[in-house]
Nanobody, 116 residues
């Protein structure tokens, strides 16, 4: 049974940093591309960062230079380091396979709130 558990969210002031973690069971992250997605209130879920099984990364334009996705294969965990946070980064953040058409059951996500 696949389970994705996100953590690390919280309330932070603009300009601050957070590090999100996603631990997987029932799926091996190292053999697939994994993404961090986010969904703000009233908006569709969007993909913000991807890491391939080769370790290549890709970012949505609004987070380039501020967010860094990484993985620890031994821990079957993917991280999202978020720096220089902005109020518009406020959303629930989820991890899942990438692209979204390969997505598994969604976890509960982790709330990130950035105050101005």
């Amino acid at each position: 049974q696949v389970q994705l558990v996100e953590s690390g969210g919280g309330l932070v002031q603009a300009g601050g940093s957070l590090r999100l973690s996603c631990v997987a069971s029932g799926v091996i992250f190292s053999i697939t591309a994994v993404g961090w997605y986010r969904q703000a209130p009233g908006k569709q879920r969007e993909l913000v960062a991807t890491i391939t099984r080769e370790g290549n990364t890709n970012y949505e334009d609004s987070v380039k230079g501020r967010f860094t996705i990484s993985r620890d294969n031994a821990k079957n965990t993917v991280y999202l380091q978020m720096n220089s946070l902005k109020p518009e980064d406020t959303a629930v953040y989820y991890c899942n396979l990438s692209p979204v058409r390969f997505a598994l059951s969604w976890g509960q996500g982790t709330q990130v709130t950035v105050s101005s």
